[in-house]
T-cell receptor, first 112, second 114 residues
Framework: NAGVTQTPKFQVLKTGQSMTLQCAQD?????MSWYRQDPGMGLRLIHY???????DQGEVPNGYNVSRSTTEDFPLRLLSAAPSQTSVYFC???????????FGSGTQLSVL | GNSVTQMEGPVTLSEEAFLTINCTYT??????LFWYVQYPGEGLQLLLK?????DKGSNKGFEATYRKETTSFHLEKGSVQVSDSAVYFC?????????????FGSGTKLNVKP
């Protein structure tokens, strides 16, 4: 049972480049979410989804796009990367009716 | 608004020392409260939780009590081990969001020396 899998683990981008951070879970969780972790600021919610075809914004959605075409996958897209998006990104899911979040191991992104 | 404030770290303790990591919160309504732990190179894992006032969450020797009057959820452990070295995050989820939104503190790094 793999849980929540994030790829890649590390990525370096140049300003203006685009990329997609992948997140997949094999626990059949309807709820999935993306957080960014910055020093001194903890984790902040970017976007979340309560099921296929349904997404909503969190605290810091600007500069990020998401879609949810399957229960298993919830990719995060950066259309034009900026240095301010340098961060560690975590994907998390949770079972229905449960408050416990299951986190992936993170993607460390640097934008130069 | 919703926010969580944690004591700044790092906190450095000797093995078998008593641990307290302070956490206070501001929230809409009466949120559920959580402590998550992050070991190096890994994602966060739920350590314990409390869903209503005066509830005590506990796990692996760690405890935290939901104090509505002081809006606090301090993490304690009576005797820390080297293996407890990690970053600890306090978090809340307001009931209005049905556990779709979580707010995390900035994290407190704990170093335990043998």
């Amino acid at each position: 049972n793999a849980g929540v899998t994030q790829t890649p683990k590390f990525q370096v981008l140049k300003t203006g480049q685009s990329m997609t951070l992948q997140c997949a879970q094999d626990m059949n969780h309807e709820y999935m979410s993306w957080y960014r972790q910055d020093p001194g600021m903890g984790l902040r919610l970017i976007h979340y989804s309560v099921g296929a075809g349904i997404t909503d914004q969190g605290e810091v959605p600007n500069g990020y796009n998401v879609s949810r075409s399957t229960t298993e996958d919830f990719p995060l897209r950066l259309l034009s990367a900026a240095p301010s998006q340098t961060s560690v990104y975590f994907c998390a899911s949770r079972p229905p009716g449960d408050e416990k979040l299951f986190f992936g191991s993170g993607t460390q992104l640097s934008v130069l | 608004g919703n926010s969580v404030t944690q004591m700044e770290g790092p906190v450095t303790l000797s093995e078998e020392a008593f641990l307290t990591i302070n956490c206070t919160y501001t929230a809409t309504g009466y949120p559920s409260l959580f402590w998550y732990v992050q070991y190096p190179g890994e994602g966060l894992q739920l350590l314990l939780k409390a869903t209503k006032a005066d509830d005590k969450g506990s796990n692996k020797g760690f405890e935290a009590t939901y104090r509505k009057e002081t809006t606090s959820f301090h993490l304690e452990k009576g005797s820390v081990q080297v293996s407890d070295s990690a970053v600890y995050f306090c978090a809340l989820s307001p009931p209005i969001y049905n556990f779709n939104k979580f707010y995390f503190g900035s994290g407190t790094k704990l170093n335990v020396k043998p």
